[in-house]
């Protein structure tokens, strides 16, 4: 079930649709995802990446187009002959097994079968592997959901395949546990150096663990890169607002120089920023945005502000602590709610301060920004 070494990548589609009656789940992808990589299809729900999802497994079949696994084309064969496995949200595993019993399931359905010493010895190693050792007698009800999503984890892992295909498999978990298996799959990617693809809606869980990252909406691509090239340089307005939090400023374009743009907009105020390095390219009288992060942005007492490009009034609407930020929602007179978020500053002797701004709700401020911190791009 390894890969074929002559082909770089494990996945590859071609002009790929999938066509549920009149409904065009899938249209036109084109992709490929590279050999021993962790790769995300990130998106809301119904944008295609599920769908993506079970044509590489095998579940559905391309309406159009060719899906190639290790350079095969593996039209019309069926997930059982695929060298892929699953893990699912609903981890699946079967209650009336022992946990060994359970990760040893699919090996009965080798060609050879491997005999009933061997598949024990395999389910031993796959739960080495998953740092389960030792809990192969246990039922999964008597496991935490942790433990029953690493038993899955060896389950599918235990057959070798060329690649495994995770379906949102932590988002039944609390957020600690989440994070901690976050990093419990990035160390088994980076052990057993095989493909892995992730399918999630949460964007903060693709950006930690991915290589590469594919943005998906309405059954399109709109932007494939790394988690870094995603926050800092989005293609569109749609990925900057998906990716992380972004402050969108729309307009018309008035005039492009060189590598930066001048927007006017709906407010009748000329913004200008440096174009993303990713996205369409702008001209004038079209429509684009500026977009700048709120850790860009900043906030200090009204008048207090000196040397930016771009300084607007406001009041606090919103302060909100979250740990290692403070963000404030500031309503200002042209562009309604500007978000703006402060980091944690230390003091002497390393004493945390919260925020050394301080400011309550009400309170009236200034934020402001340099044009090179922001980013002009098409809608």
Not at 100 to 105: E, K
Not at 251 to 272: C, F, K, M, Y
Request: with cysteine.
């Amino acid at each position: 079930m390894m890969s074929d070494s002559r082909h770089e990548n494990d996945i590859e589609f071609c002009n790929v649709e999938k066509h549920y009656g009149n409904l065009k789940a899938v249209n036109n992808l084109s992709f490929q995802v590279k050999r021993g990589t962790f790769h995300s299809f990130l998106g809301g729900s119904g944008c295609g990446k599920t769908t993506t999802l079970r044509m590489i497994a095998g579940f559905d079949q391309p309406t159009l187009g060719e899906v190639r696994l290790a350079g095969k084309n593996v039209a019309g064969v069926p997930a059982y002959q695929r060298p892929v496995n699953m893990v699912f949200q609903h981890y699946a595993l079967f209650p009336h097994m022992t946990v060994s019993q359970n990760i040893a399931y699919g090996l009965r359905y080798l060609t050879p079968r491997p005999d009933k010493k061997e598949q024990q010895r395999r389910a031993d190693e796959a739960l080495e592997m998953v740092r389960l050792s030792g809990l192969g007698h246990r039922k999964p009800s008597e496991l935490s959901g942790g433990q029953q999503q690493r038993v899955a984890l060896a389950r599918a892992l235990v057959n070798k395949p060329t690649v495994l295909l995770l379906d949102e498999p932590l988002a039944a978990l609390d957020r600690k546990l989440r994070k901690e298996m976050q990093s419990e799959l990035l160390r088994l990617q980076r052990e057993v150096g095989i493909t892995f693809v992730l399918v999630t809606h949460d964007q903060e869980e693709a950006l930690s663990m991915s290589d590469s990252i594919s943005v998906m909406h309405s059954g399109s691509i709109i932007q494939t890169a790394s988690p870094e090239q995603l926050y800092e340089a989005p293609a569109t307005r749609y990925v900057a607002d998906f990716i992380g939090e972004s402050n969108l400023f729309n307009g018309t374009v008035r005039h492009v120089q060189g590598n930066s743009a001048v927007l006017r907009t709906e407010q009748g105020i000329e913004l200008s920023s440096p174009l993303t390095p990713n996205g369409a390219p702008l001209s004038a009288n079209t429509e684009g945005c500026i977009a700048v992060r709120p850790e860009l942005i900043d906030i200090a007492a009204k008048g207090g502000l000196y040397g930016r490009d771009v300084t607007l009034d406001g009041c606090v609407e919103d302060r909100i602590y979250l740990g290692n930020i403070t963000e404030y929602r500031v309503r200002t007179q042209p562009f309604g709610i500007v978000c703006v978020r402060v980091p944690r500053q230390h003091g002497a002797g390393g004493q945390g301060t919260v925020d050394p701004s301080g400011f309550e709700h009400g309170a009236a401020v200034q934020v402001g920004w340099n044009n090179a911190s922001g980013l002009a791009m098409a809608l």
